[in-house]
């Protein structure tokens, strides 16, 4: 059996943010992912954008890790050549009734140290976009889209750099806790195959269902998971957009939204479809659903150009009062009581945007344990 210091599991953009970081703090790290690469579920499945922290509670996880981990990646996409752009983000109300909705999500934004939005009347918006007809609108100067790929690929680099491993094909079926390490098993194998102080659970979407291999770790403290798939649907044609462009938020997600990717086309999505299971299913129906959507951002669109492209499935869970979880859980030995592990629960959007806050926070929890250095 092989011993290292840290086993992550998930080659997910969080699994891999938590691995650089703890490898940056010397640690030997091995990632486990059960796929063939890196980043196939969820975090290549989703809108790319680097959100500035606008719509959490001050106070929370999400408001806290979205806005260290949004300065933190442009950063790193800077200094690593990771293509990415600052295009800034408009937030419409459609109507006058949709207007004062405005006014709470910029008081939210500057409350949750996302910095100040500017409030666009019509014609303000107008010069911005002038397809976009609208009441009001803010613009957020700090959103901006990334290559999600690349960013995973330089994290990948940085890991490897730093003497860590990715190992793919490589799926945790069991951990026990055995004399103070961990003790992994993989499938395939009848023996435990690795052997490491830290247990990092960065599952996404099975995190819950990963967390139920591990020995010891009450049931209780474990939640439940819950689906809300998400559907985009692309443009095949060019748009007269510039800007991201946002509606007022609904419930369980931002709302279908207009969003660009690096070479300037526009998909519109996700919306919310609650699911029993994971499935990457696009129901024919939906197109009629976008188009009315979609036809709110730009009147003029031609429902021929617009086709189904993907979806993902965003990774909440429900806690033990019933209720679905609205933060990050990073659940630590000080949580649950089993030293070296971290369960990273409910890592959804702004996941992507978050990661290296979300590396450095686990990071930090254990260190606050005491677990982070061999005793
Ligand atoms: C529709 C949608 C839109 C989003 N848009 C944005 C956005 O624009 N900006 C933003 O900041 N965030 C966004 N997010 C959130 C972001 O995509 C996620 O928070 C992030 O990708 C989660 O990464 P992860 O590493 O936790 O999970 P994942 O990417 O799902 O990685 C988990 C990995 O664990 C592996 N795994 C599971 N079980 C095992 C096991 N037993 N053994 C080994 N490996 C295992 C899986 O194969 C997987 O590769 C969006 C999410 C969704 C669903």
Wanted: net charge negative.
């Amino acid at each position: 059996m092989s011993d290292i210091d840290v086993a992550v599991i998930g080659g997910g953009v969080v699994g891999l943010a938590c691995a650089v970081a703890l490898a940056r703090r010397g640690l030997q790290v091995m990632v486990l992912e059960r796929a063939e690469r890196t980043g196939s579920e969820t975090s290549s499945r989703n809108s790319e954008v680097i959100h500035a922290g606008i719509y959490y509670p001050p106070g929370s996880l999400k408001a806290r890790l979205c806005v260290d981990g949004r300065d933190r990646l442009y950063a790193y996409c800077a200094e690593r050549s990771v293509p990415h752009r600052r295009v800034g983000k408009l937030i419409f109300a459609a109507s006058e009734a949709e207007t004062a909705e405005l006014d709470v999500i910029a008081a939210r934004a500057d409350s949750a140290g996302a910095g100040s939005l500017d409030r666009l009347d019509a014609a303000q918006a107008r010069r911005i976009e002038p397809e976009l007809g609208v009441a009001a609108a803010l613009f957020s100067p700090r959103t901006g889209i990334i290559d999600s790929h690349a960013y995973m690929l330089a994290l990948e680099g940085e890991l490897n750099d730093l003497g860590g491993a990715v190992v793919c094909h490589t799926r945790l079926t069991r951990a026990e806790r055995v004399d103070g390490r961990w003790q992994l098993w993989i499938a395939g194998e009848d023996e435990p195959v690795l052997g490491a102080r830290l247990l990092v659970n960065a599952a996404g979407l099975h995190a819950t269902q990963t967390a139920a291999l591990i020995d010891g770790l009450p049931p209780a403290l474990v939640p439940g998971p819950v689906y809300a798939r998400g559907c985009y649907f692309s443009y095949g044609r060019p748009v007269p957009f510039t800007h991201l462009i946002y509606p007022v938020p609904v419930k369980g997600g931002l709302g279908t939204h207009l969003t660009l990717d690096l070479a300037g086309r526009a998909r519109f999505g996700p919306n919310v479809e609650w699911i029993d299971d994971v499935d990457y299913t696009i129901a024919p129906h939906l197109h009629a659903e976008f188009l009315e959507a979609a036809r709110k951002i730009w009147p003029a669109i031609e429902p021929d150009a617009l086709h189904a492209d993907y979806a993902g499935v965003r990774p909440k869970v429900r806690t033990a009062d019933g209720a679905i979880a609205t933060d990050f859980i990073v659940q630590a030995p000080d949580d649950h009581g089993l030293a070296g592990l971290v369960n990273l629960f409910g890592i959804e959007s702004p996941g992507l945007t978050a990661s290296l806050a979300l590396g450095d926070e686990v990071a930090a929890r254990l260190e606050r344990c005491g677990d982070l250095q061999p005793a």
